[in-house]
């Protein structure tokens, strides 16, 4: 939430394939101003190169939370649980 890789260059060496199972849900705001969303769309295309299991969700908002971000991460917590 929010977030990006800030070691993204040490993804291939540090890579385990148990890493690569574990689901990752990236959700941002567009109008992030301490992490600019340009980080985290970098970020996703580096974990879809390496075939990361990446859910992405983008939302009209800054760095912060909102109702719809909830739901989505319930629902997607609700599928990977199962």
Request: aromatic share 8%; with cysteine; net charge negative.
């Amino acid at each position: 939430m929010s977030g990006y890789l800030p070691l993204a260059h040490k993804i291939e060496r540090e890579a385990h394939i148990t890493n690569r199972i574990t689901p990752i849900f990236m959700a941002h705001g567009n109008d992030d101003p301490i992490v600019p969303i340009e980080l985290a769309h970098t970020s996703l295309q580096q974990l879809r190169e390496y075939h990361y299991p990446v859910t992405w969700h983008e939302y009209p908002m800054e760095h912060t939370v909102c109702d719809q971000e909830l739901v989505d991460i319930s629902c997607w917590l609700r599928i990977i649980l199962k």
